[in-house]
């Protein structure tokens, strides 16, 4: 049950999506047939129909895990027990991001993403958590605050 926190400037209007400061994800396999996102724990892929122990996949795609159903998310998407390492390895957390150079926002996983900014191509990218009591990145004299709501999700 995380808080549920909203983040904006104390100045002027800028702001970032409130909640937790993003969303957890998981990576599916692209199906090489159709295209579509495999689910391990179905014995077929939904759109084409392949067997999905057949299925050798070589792309991914990242699949947002909803509140509050990231459990459930990854184990559609990865199966009912899959080795903890490759848990480990295909989920991460997708951070609510903002380019301080021209205030796009957009969702990065900070840990393993490049820090580019998808508009302008600067590296002056953020996580919301990162600009916390920091200068607005809009108006420069405001600060930054993530303020809790007062609720829970
Ligand atoms: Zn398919
Ligand atoms: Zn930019
Ligand atoms: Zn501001």
Redesign the pocket.
């Known amino acids: 049950m995380p808080r549920v926190h909203e983040y904006h400037c104390d100045q002027c209007d800028f702001e970032m999506p409130s909640g937790w400061g993003g969303m957890m994800y998981v990576e599916a396999e692209v199906c090489p047939s159709c295209g579509a996102e495999v689910h391990r724990s179905k014995d077929h892929c939904f759109a084409c129909g392949k067997p999905t122990e057949e299925i050798d996949a070589d792309t991914y795609t990242r699949v947002t895990c909803r509140h509050p159903m990231e459990a459930e998310t990854v184990r559609r998407v990865l199966g009912r027990a899959p080795p903890s390492e490759e848990k480990e390895d295909r989920t991460g957390f997708n951070s609510n991001c903002v380019?301080t150079?021209?205030?796009?926002q957009f969702g990065l996983d900070v840990e393993s993403d490049e820090r580019e900014?998808r508009?302008?191509?600067?590296d002056?990218?953020y996580a919301a958590e990162e600009l916390v009591d920091e200068a607005c990145p809009n108006c420069g004299t405001g600060t930054f605050r993530k303020e809790w709501t007062g609720e829970m999700s």
């Open positions: 380019c150079e021209c205030l796009a900014c508009d302008c191509g600067s002056a990218v």
